[in-house]
């Protein structure tokens, strides 16, 4: 999964507390895709997002998550007063500008593995 | 998007080619077909992708029949590290990937 960074590999937090995670997409995409992977399921779409714009949001939950992509630096999913059931893994992929409408692949991160005490 | 049908699990022996199969009969004229595979704690990797020819890369290879309502993933000469979860996608480009179950691939020596 080469160009696609995603940070922290691994994060703890106790419940009520907050949980940032950062995807630096690959050299020149500029569209941002966010997938969670519950513990022994599928991924899930959450979010795509290009810079400065949120494109779908029709899998991200009501309360608590928000996802920005800025201008410059890498995409952001925030994660507000944490409870167990955040436990996950939450992968980013990136895809090159122009994708939509287009057959551009989405390539993926290693993820970050979310874990609530 | 698009539902696809999977077998839950195949496996095949080290050496030889392992065909993975996957049905999408409800496919609309411009969705394409992706591959991507993960294997255990790792994030999805692409592997290939069609929308109504045939495929290859250095990789796999990607058979779509002509109706196009299934596709066939192809790993010419399977190894251990091909050991993994193998999902076909239906999607229109650039937007939201829909993952299924996939099928686990088991590569045995």
């Known amino acids: 999964n080469a160009g696609v960074m995603q940070n922290p590999r691994h994060l703890v937090r106790r419940r009520g507390q907050e949980a940032r995670l950062r995807c630096s997409p690959m050299?020149?995409?500029?569209?941002v895709y966010w997938y969670r992977q519950l513990p022994e399921e599928g991924l899930k779409f959450m979010v795509y997002?290009?810079?400065?714009?949120?494109?779908?949001e029709s899998g991200m939950p009501k309360e608590r998550f928000s996802a920005e992509f800025p201008k410059e630096g890498p995409s952001i999913l925030r994660i507000q007063q944490v409870v167990r059931g955040d436990s996950a893994a939450y992968f980013c992929a990136s895809s090159p500008p122009g994708s939509r409408g287009s057959n551009q692949p989405q390539h993926f991160g290693d993820g970050t593995r979310l874990s609530i005490l | 998007d698009a539902k696809t049908t999977q077998p839950t699990s195949m496996d095949c022996a080290e050496g030889r080619a392992a065909n993975l199969p996957c049905n999408h009969s409800t496919i609309s004229g411009n969705e394409y077909v992706y591959w991507y595979r993960q294997i255990h704690s790792q994030g999805p990797q692409y592997i290939i992708h069609g929308l109504k020819n045939n495929e290859t890369n250095e990789m796999a290879s990607l058979i779509i029949t002509e109706d196009r309502k299934s596709s066939t993933l192809i790993l010419p000469h399977a190894t251990l590290r091909d050991t993994a979860v193998y999902y076909c996608i239906v999607s229109l480009g650039g937007n939201k990937l829909v993952f299924g179950a996939g099928t686990i691939l088991r590569v045995k020596s």
């Open positions: 050299k020149g995409h500029s569209h």
């Open positions: 997002l290009q810079k400065e714009n949120i494109i779908d």
